[in-house]
Nanobody, 119 residues
Framework: QVQLVESGGGLVQAGGSLRLSCAASGSIFSINTMNWYRQAPGKLRELVATSTSGGRTNYADSVKGRFTISRDNAKNTVYLQMNSLKPEDIAVYYC?????????????WGQGTQVTVSS
């Protein structure tokens, strides 16, 4: 069964850093785009960062210059390095990926990891 598992969330003071990880497991033949989304209380889920299989990255304006997405294709893992964290970054962060498994291409989501920033 193909799945994504996030880790690395937690509580940090404003200005601090966290690194999120998301590992894909199961029978995976290929991974296309890998994304990080977040959802703050009472708000819609928003796209934070994207990493394509070709190595391109893209960021939401609110995190540009502070967050960095990277991936280790050998480990089927994507990371989100978050620096200079602000209280407005508080949210549940979700990993998302387009992956080719035994039953074809699918859009997969992780379970989410909570990020809390204290002011």
């Amino acid at each position: 069964q193909v799945q994504l598992v996030e880790s690395g969330g937690g509580l940090v003071q404003a200005g601090g850093s966290l690194r999120l990880s998301c590992a894909a497991s199961g029978s995976i033949f290929s991974i296309n785009t890998m994304n990080w989304y977040r959802q703050a209380p009472g708000k819609l889920r928003e796209l934070v960062a994207t990493s394509t299989s070709g190595g391109r990255t893209n960021y939401a304006d609110s995190v540009k210059g502070r967050f960095t997405i990277s991936r280790d294709n050998a480990k089927n893992t994507v990371y989100l390095q978050m620096n200079s964290l602000k209280p407005e970054d508080i949210a549940v962060y979700y990993c998302n990926a387009d992956m080719l498994g035994d039953y074809g291409w699918g859009d997969y989501w992780g379970q989410g990891t909570q990020v809390t920033v204290s002011s």
